[in-house]
């Protein structure tokens, strides 16, 4: 009976002692990555971005190609910032680590100024939202990209592959005493494969982070443009759509392990100031007529100007 309630008791002592240091491990890790956000209840205190990902609170797959579905191209992006959901909620890490994060109280921000152009989530995928309770991505409509604030970056209109472009950003960056240097960051995934992990596959051209701490400096008022170049590096056609982020911050990426794939490593601190916003960007649909259906137009429209014509010796 001793020998029994001994191994009992250890076994009790073993499940305390793993359940204290996944406190130790989880918890305060949870209150770094929420540094800038208000204490207590979780709120719509962080600025997080809105790509699809399978690694949510909710454990559904979303779809990165075709956005919203039919299933296709499972999303992997590193989308949601927090492991706990609060009380009961459990969302895994993606492969390339949880969403990139920031205050939504701190000052500096991607689009144009006089107001602060970014919102406030709890999560990714979890209400309360700054945005009339509308979560930035939806697991169980498999629905992204609904974040209403992404502004302040202009894509070209193409992305021909291997053929150098621009991407113009602009934003506004709190300025007190001298100019502080601020960094761009942005992925690209060029292979539509869910991510934005993978180097070139081109031999053209950028990898998948295609713009590593590229700096901007303020004016005197807060105000930066920047336009940046970016070679496209696309394995497969240049036409198809596809997911970036672009990430205004205080903080450089480049040497720093973990962070190079759009992400942060687990129990990171979220980036306190700045901006990230994620864009599908789909290419510009052309109209391109047939002959047959020119002629037709033109005949058309001479028909038209006749009796147009008819009418106004009509009317005299």
């Known amino acids: 009976m001793g020998a029994k309630h001994g191994r009992r008791a250890r076994a009790w002592a073993v499940l305390f002692a793993a359940s204290c240091l996944l406190v130790i491990l989880i918890l305060p890790g949870i209150a770094q990555a929420q540094d800038g956000s208000i204490e207590g209840e979780p709120g719509p205190n962080t600025d997080v971005g809105d790509a699809p990902t399978s ?28 492991p706990v959901g609060f009380p009961w909620e459990l969302a895994p890490s993606s492969p390339d680590g949880y969403g990139l994060c920031h205050s939504a109280f701190s000052p500096s921000y991607l689009g144009p100024p006089p107001l602060p152009s970014k919102s406030g989530e709890r999560d990714a995928d979890l209400a309360p939202d700054a945005d009339d309770e509308v979560t930035n991505i939806d697991p169980n409509t498999d629905t992204a990209d609904r974040d209403g604030h992404d ?32 960094y761009i960051e942005a992925w690209f995934d060029w292979n539509r494969d869910g991510d934005w992990n993978d180097g070139g596959a081109c031999g053209c051209g950028s990898d998948e982070w295609a713009i590593q701490d590229f700096p901007v400096v303020p004016d005197a008022a807060g105000r930066f443009t920047a336009s940046i170049p970016i070679i496209p590096c696309h ?4 036409t198809d759509p596809l997911w970036a982020r672009v990430t205004l911050s205080n903080e450089t990426f480049v040497g720093v ?7 942060r490593p687990l129990l990171s601190a979220c980036l306190f100031d700045g901006e ?4 599908y960007l789909e290419p ?9 259906s020119l002629l037709l137009l033109g005949s058309g429209l001479a028909g038209l100007a006749g009796y147009a014509a008819l009418r106004w010796r009509s009317r005299e």
Do not use: Q, R
Request: hydrophobic letters at 35%; aromatic letters at 14%; proline letters at 14%.
């Open 55 to 82: 690694y949510n609170h909710f454990g559904l797959d979303m779809t990165a190609y075709p956005a919203g579905g039919p299933p296709g191209v499972k999303a992997s992006f590193p989308v949601v910032a927090f």
């Open 151 to 182: 502004d302040g970056v202009t894509f070209p209109s193409t992305l021909p592959h291997c053929t150098p472009v621009n991407v113009s950003v602009e934003g506004w960056i709190e300025v007190v005493g001298a100019a502080p240097e601020y």
């Open 235 to 238: 394995p497969g056609s240049d």
């Open 257 to 263: 392990p973990g962070w190079k794939a759009g992400g």
């Open 276 to 279: 990230t916003e994620d864009y």
């Open 284 to 292: 510009p649909v052309e109209f391109v007529p047939e002959a047959g």
